[in-house]
């Protein structure tokens, strides 16, 4: 069975960095995809950016684009989230979720409903 946990979460000052780590055991990486997502106070949770079983697709929020960086290392069972220049409303509370579809594994899809099992959460908070 797969499970997955988040770390990397803290406190940032406007334009820092973070970067989050997504842990997988029970399956082998390649079988399936990951995406990360974020719930702010008060709001719907949101794609942020996704990342294929292989790694050869990613996908991004426009709302991230340029500034956040996703990876992965299958040797480590890990998927990463580079965050760069954070900013106020980039504060939530961040998922990583896996995509189990033999089929949609290969994609790097932003739609939650298609993500299977989820992590925990960790939080991310972008203040001065």
């Known amino acids: 069975q797969l499970q997955l946990v988040e770390s990397g979460g803290g406190l940032v000052q406007p334009g820092g960095s973070l970067r989050l780590s997504c842990a997988a055991s029970g399956l082998p990486s390649d079988y399936y995809a990951i995406g990360w997502f974020r719930q702010a106070p008060g709001k719907d949770r949101e794609g942020v950016s996704s990342?294929?079983?292989?790694?050869?697709?990613?996908n991004y929020a426009d709302s991230v684009k340029g500034r956040f960086t996703i990876s992965r290392d299958n040797a480590k069972n890990t998927v990463y989230l580079q965050m760069n220049n954070l900013k106020p409303e980039d504060t939530a509370v961040y998922y990583c979720?896996?995509?189990?579809?033999?089929?949609?594994?290969?994609?790097?899809?932003?739609?939650?409903?298609?993500?299977?099992?989820w992590g925990q959460g960790t939080q991310v908070t972008v203040s001065s």
């Open positions: 979720a896996a995509e189990l579809s033999s089929l949609y594994k290969h994609y790097a899809r932003l739609g939650q409903a298609s993500y299977d099992v």
């Open positions: 990342i294929s079983n292989t790694g050869t697709s990613t």
